[in-house]
């Protein structure tokens, strides 16, 4: 069973920056996928960055710009890297192992919060 911990999270005044950290255990973290999710309060949970074993990336139009998905193989870790944030950027943030078959694991969770 792959665990996932984020961290990182927290209040930042608009315009500020942030930096998550999600860390998984096991072995077949280098090999996956991986991906930043958020759900803000009363709204769906929505894909905000993808990068794939290879380092490829995709971006929701809303953080294209803004924020940069990155991953570190050697520390099993993935960040992402958030700035000029702004007060609809709040909500919880969960990191997700995506394999062929759908996702593996999520994240607990971690809050960010953008006030103007």
């Known amino acids: 069973q792959v665990q996932l911990v984020e961290s990182g999270g927290g209040l930042v005044q608009a315009g500020g920056s942030l930096r998550l950290s999600c860390a998984a255990s096991g072995s077949i973290f280098r090999i996956s996928a991986m991906a930043w999710y958020r759900q803000a309060p009363g709204k769906q949970r929505e894909l905000v960055a993808r990068i794939t074993a290879g380092g490829s990336t995709d971006y929701a139009d809303s953080v294209k710009d803004r924020f940069t998905i990155s991953r570190d193989n050697t520390k099993n870790t993935m960040y992402l890297q958030m700035n000029s944030l702004k007060p609809e950027d709040t909500a919880v943030y969960y990191c997700?192992?995506?394999?062929?078959?759908?996702?593996?694991?999520w994240g607990q969770g971690t809050q960010v919060t953008v006030s103007s």
């Open positions: 997700a192992m995506e394999r062929p078959y759908g996702i593996q694991s």
